[in-house]
């Protein structure tokens, strides 16, 4: 099979991890991952290891002494589909069409990370079975579900899995010409929030006026969390963020597709509004967020009914920089919260799960081999760009392994990842093969 028919099988296993009735799929994916990485001359260090959850694959080369290890990591697991109805061709029967090739999991991440196996493989051919460098591919079956497997086998694994650098294609691109080095991702703390009223719901006109109304109280607490300048108003959060580099500031403002217009003809918004002081760029790759991710209570069918509802609850999520402890940042939120409750409704703050911000040198040695062949296989500079999502594996993967990740993304901002018609650029996809050889070739030397 030539490289897009491969692309196109590795595309067609439905290898949803959060859901049970796909189980066998995700194993079976595992499987397929094993065949291939065999197949190319890593038969002797190919092993899928069982979790409590899904597969770990791991793919080792020869050992060359003197040579640097070089750290693969992607995931084959993907997103839900839903809804399907929006889909134009099968989430699961990968289309070609405008130079696009439409699946769930084309850019997040089989693409990506199969583009890597591909370069392997070719300089495996080129160079009778060796590679200018010693590598690691590390691929999981759960990192849509928060990678739970994953950090548990990586202390277990440590002496197999060292290390000198790890390399992620699980990041994006600024645009088609803008090949883009992503040297930080933001970290998480998720929480709920649950308002308890009345007993039961009320009738709005018997009550109404003599008993607190938790959606009422809900909406006090969320305006709380910001001030009018669009700034974070829970106390101390911002007390440990380092302020952004010259450096920094001055290279993205050259990061294509960043400009207020530009963000509003992506995203369908009337208008960007950012934090005062700090352009959009800046806002997303550098400074913490507190976003509110849903809010429900009360009646939802269609038409009136009026009353004054028993609870509400919100669903919060906030992005990190690094120096941010999320456990710290969990702390204030509570206490926030609890100082901030409206009288007559009962609120519960509900932690929820945490992830460390990373950031790393792209000036290092092997931060500028991989600048360098970003140049030679796009023939533009690279940006420099630090991730406004986060990847909370990134960040373990340095505490464990002690190797900083060359995030190397090849996901256009139209991908559509985690949506209906998700695709990935045939030409990034190649390019991305050649991209894997390039940056290999440099390392080693």
């Not at 405008?98 to 493989?121: P, S």
């Not at 949506?419 to 080693?444: A, C, D, H, T, Y």
Request: glycine content about 10%.
């Amino acid at each position: 099979m030539n490289q897009l028919d491969q692309l196109a099988a590795l595309l067609r296993f439905p290898s949803i991890s959060a859901q049970a009735e796909h189980a066998a799929d995700v194993s079976e994916c595992a499987d397929w991952l094993v065949d291939k990485l065999s197949g190319m001359g890593l038969d002797v260090n190919v092993k899928k290891y069982s979790t409590p959850k899904h597969p770990i694959v791991v793919a080792k080369s020869e050992k060359i002494e003197g040579k640097p290890t070089v750290l693969i990591y992607g995931h084959y697991d993907v997103q839900p589909v839903d809804p399907i109805e929006l889909w134009t061709s099968a989430p699961f029967e990968p289309e070609i069409r405008d130079g696009k090739i439409f699946a769930r999991g084309a850019t997040d991440n089989k693409g990506q990370f199969f583009a890597h196996i591909l370069g392997v493989e070719a300089l495996l051919k080129e160079n009778a079975g060796q590679l200018p460098v010693n590598v690691i591919f590390l691929l999981e079956g759960e990192e849509e579900i928060g990678s739970g497997s994953l950090y548990g086998f990586m202390k277990e694994h440590k002496e197999e899995l060292a290390c000198d650098v790890i390399l992620v294609s699980d990041t994006g691109m600024a645009g088609m010409d803008a090949p883009t080095f992503s040297y930080g991702l933001r970290g998480m703390a998720c929480a709920e929030i649950f308002v308890k009223g009345p007993s039961a719901d009320l009738h709005s006109g018997s009550f109404g006026g003599a008993v607190k109304n938790p959606i009422t109280a809900l909406c006090e607490l969320v305006n709380s969390f910001h001030d009018e300048h669009g700034k974070v108003a829970v106390a101390g959060f911002y007390d440990d963020v380092a302020p952004i580099a010259a450096w920094e500031k001055s290279m993205w403002s050259t990061v294509p597709g960043m400009s207020a217009k530009d963000l509003e003809e992506l995203t369908g918004a009337k208008e960007v509004v950012t934090e005062d002081g700090f352009t959009a760029a800046e806002c997303i790759y550098a400074r913490p967020t507190l976003e509110i991710n849903g809010m429900g209570g009360g009646y939802q069918g269609e038409g009136s009914k009026t009353i004054i509802p028993s609870n509400a609850f919100a669903k919060i999520s906030c992005r990190l920089v690094p120096n941010q402890n999320p456990d710290v940042i969990m702390g204030l939120l509570k206490a926030h919260v609890e100082k901030h409750a409206p009288k007559g409704v009962e609120v519960k703050f509900v932690p929820g799960h945490t992830g460390d911000a990373y950031a790393c040198d792209p000036h290092s040695e092997y931060g500028q081999a991989a600048q360098q062949a970003l140049e030679a296989v796009f023939g533009n500079k690279p940006v420099l760009i630090r991730e406004g999502g986060s990847i909370p594996i990134i960040a373990e993967m340095k505490k464990v392994l002690g190797a900083d990740a060359m995030m190397l993304g090849m996901g256009l901002p139209d991908a559509r990842i985690h949506s209906p018609n998700e695709n990935f650029s045939v030409e990034l996809f190649l390019k991305g093969i050649e991209l894997s050889q390039s940056l290999l070739r440099r390392l080693g030397q």
